[in-house]
Each structure stands twice: as C-alpha cells, then as structure tokens.
C-alpha cells in the first residue's frame, strides 16, 4: 500500500474482471527506453500515422469558432446522423434512418453500451480470438460467458462455420463479429458472411458487427452482415472516423441498430458522457460528405507498405507471414523461432529496438504470433525489418 494512504483501497469485485489493451502498456515501455537514449520504432499502436485532413480540421476549427462548444442530444447531432445514415445506407445497400444511429466518442463506446444493453450475467457472447481486447474483457466485466471462436491461419484468419454452429447455444446472446480484423488483418468474404448468417438462422441472436476498418480493404470488396436481409434488426453496425479518416484523437464513432435499442444506447450515453463533442461532430459531417481523396491516398499508402512488409517478414528465419486483406496490421506466425509470443516481443522491444505486439495480448489462440503495425513510414518499416533480421541472425 502507498506509505501516504490512510485507508485501503476497496475495488467493485467486477474490477477484478476487467482487461486492459497491451497496446498501451507497451508504448509506455518503448517509452521508458527512449527515455533512457535508446531509438525505438513504433510498431505496436493501431492508429494510422497521418494527419487528419486539412478540411476536416478545418470544419472542426471553424466549428469552435462558430460555438459549437456546448451540449448537444445525446444521440448525436441530426445532421451528422442524417450523414451516416445516408452513407451506410449506401456502402451496406440497405435502408438506414437517422433514428437508427448513435454518435459515440470513437468505436469503443459502442462495444461497452452493446454489451451493457445485451448481456446479462450468465448469457454467452461469442466473439473472435484472436481479437481485439476489449470484446473478451468487456464479456468479463459484465460477469457474461465468454465464448471465443478460434481464427484460422489456414483460412486466412477467418473461422470455421461449422465451428460457430457448434458454439451456438439457449444462451447466446452476442455474436461479435470483425472485418477487416484486428490483428490479423483478415476479411470475411461474402460467402463467409452469408455462411455465418445462415448458421444463425432465425434465431433471436444479435450480432454486433465491428466494421471499424471497413475502409481499408487492399482485396476484394468489404461485406457485412447488415447487408443480408432479415439481419438488420439484429445487427448492431459499429464504425467510426478513427481509422478512416485518422482521426483516433476526435474520439467520434457510432452504431446503427434498430430504432428501439437505439434509445436505450443513447439513454447509457446520457448516464455516461452526455453526448459527443458538438465541434467534433461537425468536423465529422465534413469527414463523412466532404472530398473522400485523402481516404484513398491512405488506403494506397497501408497497401504499399503492407506489401513490402510481409515481404520483408516472411524473408525473416522462423516467420512467415500471410498476405493480410485489409486494416494495416501484419500477424506473422513465428513458432518456428521456438520463442513464446510475450518473450519474443519484449525482446525484440529490448535488443532489436523494434516494439510490436504478442498475439497473445489477443487472446489464447494468438500464441505462437506478433502483431506489427505498418502504420509507419515505409523507411521505419523498413529498417525494422533490418533489425529483427540481425537479431534473429545473431539469437536463433
Ligand atoms: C477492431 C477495433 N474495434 C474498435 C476499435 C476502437 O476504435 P476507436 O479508437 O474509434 O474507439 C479499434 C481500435 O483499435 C479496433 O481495432
């Protein structure tokens, strides 16, 4: 206990089930080095590197200056609902109304508020492993059952659907679903969604669609569930401006889902944050209608980078790495360095100045990978790939 503290800290039991995102835990640990004089190349957090658009900054200063400092619904401002409902219901060919959106500071909320609102203790939420850390800890949290669906190197990262049929139980609630995936970078192709939906049947399951990188596809087309008739009233669509528009700072995301559980979303908003930031939402409204150029160009950028990335990784002793489809993360399979996931990271983060992610921070079934961000220079990417080739020469 701290020496100055006079009286134990005593934490809700349900703290004890809460996760964390390795992610930042290892950026403070780069940091410490570079403290200490070292250089460290930045591989490990999941935010694209550049700037947000000058017309969005733009609609955001212009924004403030105009007052739009104060409060607003908490289910976000009609006109950037109107916006998202008119671009999803254009990218996802379906009918989307204003009153079936909810603005959120970032992609996160809507995993919390989806959970909150759905999972009682007890029920059973599948959700992808690897996955992103937040669903399994969220689960946890709620005192719901985990249920993680295994994601397969051999199918390039996406599951087996006989598989999520068998999971499928009376106790189902959730079925979390992502793509393009973090951290394999794996997309679910049309037949795989048409697949999961069929698995479902008519059940009454929801499914909480993670389509934060639905932008950042490098090949084929991106596909969702909310596309597939008789599932738009069970699918709760998450997506958001971080990643698409680099905007991961803003903090502005937001759900589509069915009118009614819309209120109840924006009722856990009112308890929790009250709303979004209004100027962040109509910097949001520019983001969303203005010039799409800068998407594209970044898009281009991930791919290029993405190719000489797993290039230069598959050219390492002991990995190898698929061809990932889309969002801008590599998952190489390094079981052939005789290295565990964890160890592996942090000494490549210690001798090799390269900080990456353990694909076990993902979850089990991410043992025997790393996770490496190519949202660097292709230079930074490049000379990382110098140093692990050197130390795995040196150390394997
Ligand atoms: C799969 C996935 N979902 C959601 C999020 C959350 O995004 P945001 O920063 O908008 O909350 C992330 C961010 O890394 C992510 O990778």
């Not at 105009?66 to 609902?81: D, F, I, N, Q, V």
Request: hydrophobic share 40%.
């Amino acid at each position: 206990m701290n020496p100055t503290t006079q009286h134990e800290l005593r934490l809700a039991e349900r703290m004890s089930r809460l996760g964390t995102e390795t992610a930042f835990e290892v950026l403070n640990k780069a940091r410490a080095l570079e403290r200490q004089g070292k250089k460290i190349i930045h591989l490990e957090i999941g935010e694209p590197d550049f700037d947000t658009p000058a017309n969005v900054v733009e609609a955001g200063i212009s924004a403030l200056r105009k007052g739009w400092t104060h409060y607003g619904p908490s289910a976000g401002l009609p006109e950037l609902r109107q916006a998202i409902a008119e671009d999803v219901s254009r990218s996802r060919s379906v009918k989307v109304t204003s009153d079936e959106v909810v603005v959120v500071p970032g992609g996160k909320p809507i995993i919390f508020f989806t959970l909150l609102a759905l999972a009682d203790v007890g029920d059973e939420v599948i959700y992808p492993n690897p996955g992103f850390p937040i669903y399994e800890s969220m689960i946890h949290y709620l005192g719901a059952k985990a249920v993680p669906i295994r994601l397969r190197e051999e199918r390039d990262f996406s599951f087996d659907v006989n598989e999520l049929a068998s999971l499928i139980t009376d106790r189902t609630r959730l079925i979390i679903l992502n793509s393009p995936q973090n951290p394999t970078g794996g997309v679910l192709s049309k037949q795989d969604i048409h697949d999961i939906a069929e698995a479902i049947g008519d059940r009454n399951i929801m499914v909480l669609s993670d389509e934060i990188y639905s932008r950042l596809i490098f090949d084929g087309e991106h596909h969702s569930i909310l596309s597939i008739p008789g599932f738009q009233e069970r699918t709760i669509l998450l997506d958001g401006f971080s990643k698409t528009y680099a905007m991961t700072g803003w903090r502005l995301g937001y759900g589509v889902m069915r009118p009614d559980l819309a209120t109840h979303i924006s009722r856990l908003m009112t308890n929790s944050n009250s709303c979004t930031a209004s100027f962040t939402q109509v910097a949001g409204v520019e983001a969303i209608s203005g010039d799409q150029t800068s998407v594209e160009h970044m898009r281009a950028e991930f791919q290029r980078r993405r190719d000489a990335f797993v290039a230069g990784l598959n050219r390492i002793k002991g990995f190898s790495c698929r061809m990932p489809k889309g969002a801008f993360y590599a998952f190489p399979n390094i079981k052939k360095t005789g290295w565990a996931s964890k160890k592996l990271a942090e000494t490549l983060l210690e001798q090799a100045g390269v900080a990456c992610l353990s694909g076990a921070s993902f979850g089990d079934f991410g043992e025997g990978y790393l996770r490496f961000s190519v949202a660097n220079s292709l230079e930074n990417l490049n000379q990382a790939l110098l140093q692990i080739d050197e130390w795995t020469k040196k150390n394997l």
